[in-house]
């Protein structure tokens, strides 16, 4: 048992996360999946976090965010929370945030 309790819990989500990123599931699919794959993965390109001067190209462009919103026609409401979740739970895991700079534009 760990002493500080949020290091279990930590480590739940990482396992989560794990979990989520290399299970062979399509995560776009049904609506559901797609939001948990949103929260625990992420559907916006995030290399920001590790490359600040980071610049979208054609294949990163946050192409999977919009296209994963309009299939499951979530407003920009429901967008701009599902990637307060997914930084939440970053910060959980104690990964750098996303650069406002390199941030997706929908
Ligand atoms: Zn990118």
């Avoid at 993965?41 to 590790?50: A, I, L, N, P, S």
């Avoid at 979530?74 to 650069?99: C, H, I, K, M, T």
Wanted: with cysteine.
């Amino acid at each position: 048992m760990p002493d500080d309790p949020l290091d279990g819990l930590r480590a739940a989500l990482e396992s989560l996360g794990s979990c989520v990123a290399t299970h062979p599931n399509d995560w776009g699919q049904y609506s559901l999946d797609a939001w948990l794959y949103g929260i625990v993965v992420g559907w916006d390109c995030e290399d920001g976090r590790d490359d600040p001067d980071h610049e979208h190209d054609d294949i990163c462009a946050n192409g999977a965010m919009r296209e994963l919103a309009a299939r499951h026609c979530w407003s920009s409401d429901e967008v701009s929370r599902l990637r307060q979740y997914r930084d939440a739970f970053a910060a959980a895991l104690g990964l750098p945030p996303v650069p406002a700079t390199t941030r997706g534009n929908q």
